[in-house]
């Protein structure tokens, strides 16, 4: 299963892209950021719509992992960034994806072990468990932890309904 997970910003948008094959293994397919800043708001909506379509056109993942907004410095931050998450999610829906949300807490605890990890950790956890040369970007990294925390949540998720839980 290829996941793109998504972490969204009015400035940047981070993503990152895994494999995740039967046994749980995970393989980095590739990450990056859609650096949109110095641009008026409504161009960098724009963008990130443009932008992802384009990444998910380049490598079609099967499925997608955003993070949920929770909080913000500001009422006028908060609405950006939902706009900007906005706007990712369209291009994700419009690529005909399933979509599953996942807060920050969620998203840390299943790629790093602590719900409360700062950035260092979360770049640090996701180069080991990706075998990267380097600790990729925040952004990036947030993409991709959130990308595992799906993967994570979906062999759960399977194990369950092969044992008839579900």
Not at 42 to 57: H, K, M, S, T
Not at 144 to 157: F, K, M, P, V, Y
Request: net charge neutral.
């Amino acid at each position: 299963m290829r996941i793109i997970g998504i972490d969204p910003g009015s400035l940047r948008t981070g993503y990152g892209i895994i494999e995740s094959d039967a046994r749980g293994e995970l393989r980095h397919v590739a990450h990056g950021c859609l650096n949109v800043a110095g641009r008026p708001f409504l161009e960098r909506i724009g963008a990130i719509y443009r932008d992802l379509a384009q990444v998910l056109a380049e490598h079609r993942p099967d499925t997608a992992a955003i993070e949920q907004v929770f909080m913000a410095r500001n009422a006028d931050s908060a609405l950006k960034l939902g706009q900007a998450r906005g706007a990712a999610l369209v291009a994700l829906l419009e690529a005909g994806l399933p979509v599953e949300e996942y807060t920050a807490l969620q998203i840390k605890k299943a790629s790093v072990g602590a719900g409360h990890a700062d950035k260092a950790q979360v770049q640090s956890m996701v180069r080991w468990l990706l075998h990267l040369d380097e600790n990729p970007q925040a952004d990036a990294a947030d993409a991709l932890a959130c990308a595992i925390c799906h993967a994570h949540h979906a062999r759960t998720q399977q194990r369950w309904q092969a044992a008839g839980h579900v």
